[in-house]
């Protein structure tokens, strides 16, 4: 039998849950679906012109958060354990948050790229030619450069269309890094907020409680 001073162990045992649901539960289905719908709008913009730079068509991104996901789910699988006594559970979770880690900087890095992309679209005069848009900043100046997007006939719609996907593109990156950051911190309080506040210096607590009857 357990003594009066002792902590119970039903608190930490439901410290991992969140409404009813594993943690990673909700942040691996939102990084899945926002990585899904990134990595199809990278392919789809990518279709619009072969010469669109990997940068601009941010599917990267999109295939590290999916990837991020799987991993939430491989740890929603992994057996639970107060204190991550086990190996499998504290590689998993530490490789969960590096990735979401890195996911974040992916999304950032996609969201600046697609921005920087719209604000030179805006001021774009193009012209087209051989079966290619040549767009230009300034077409007074001769040596400016020259934005060349290949198979593409109609300017209009192609910097309508693109302009369009740019704008999902910084929304869907813009949340889907949220998401991982908020992953990250979840996984940091769930390690150094939940299990050990009041329960490492327990022991220490409970001798001096016993020193001082």
Not at 63 to 91: A, D, H, N, R
Request: aromatic fraction near 12%; hydrophobic fraction near 45%; charge should be neutral.
């Amino acid at each position: 039998k357990k003594s009066k001073g002792e902590p119970k162990s039903g608190p930490e045992e439901e410290s991992h849950t969140c409404c009813g649901c594993r943690f990673p539960l909700l942040f691996a289905f939102l990084q899945l679906a926002l990585g899904t719908a990134v990595t199809v709008l990278g392919f789809l913009m990518a279709g619009i012109s072969s010469s669109l730079p990997v940068r601009d068509t941010p599917y990267w991104a999109g295939i590290l958060v999916c990837v991020v996901s799987l991993v939430g789910f491989v740890m929603l699988c992994t057996s639970y354990q107060p204190e991550e006594k086990t190996c499998l559970q504290f590689t998993v979770k530490l490789m969960y948050f590096i990735l979401s880690a890195l996911a974040l900087v992916a999304c950032v890095l996609a969201v600046a790229f697609a921005a920087h992309h719209y604000v030179q679209m805006t001021k774009f005069t193009c012209d087209s030619l051989l079966e290619s848009c040549h767009c230009k900043l300034d077409m007074e100046d001769p040596l400016g450069r020259t934005f060349v997007y290949q198979d593409a006939t109609d300017c209009g719609s192609l910097t309508s269309m693109l302009s369009l996907y740019l704008l999902l593109q910084m929304g869907l990156n813009l949340a889907a890094a949220l998401v991982c950051l908020a992953a990250c911190f979840v996984v940091w309080k769930h390690r150094y907020q939940v299990f050990y506040v009041g329960v490492r210096f327990y022991p220490l607590a409970a001798a001096e409680g016993q020193q001082q009857k």
